[in-house]
């Protein structure tokens, strides 16, 4: 399951990144990496952005960013 698939409200563990390169790098300093917690704030009405709390300061990553991201 991705991030992207996630309803609002939910917490969810990061399990592995995929993609490659400077996207995978750009995410990961970000604050996403293996192990951390994810909370969905919001999802925009067609989806694109996502807004998410991670390691305590808000984010919003495009859907092709967060079809990236597998979470449980």
Do not use: F, H, N, W
């Not at 750009?26 to 998410?52: C, H, Q």
Request: glycine share 12%; charged share 30%; proline share 4%.
């Amino acid at each position: 399951m991705t991030l992207k698939e996630i309803a609002c409200g939910q917490t969810v563990k990061v399990t592995k990144l995929s993609g490659g390169g400077p996207v995978k790098r750009r995410i990961m300093d970000m604050g996403i990496t293996k192990g951390v917690d994810v909370y969905v704030r919001k999802v925009a009405p067609l989806g694109d952005p996502v807004e998410v709390t991670v390691r305590g300061y808000e984010l919003s990553l495009r859907k092709a960013d967060a079809e990236m991201i597998e979470v449980e």
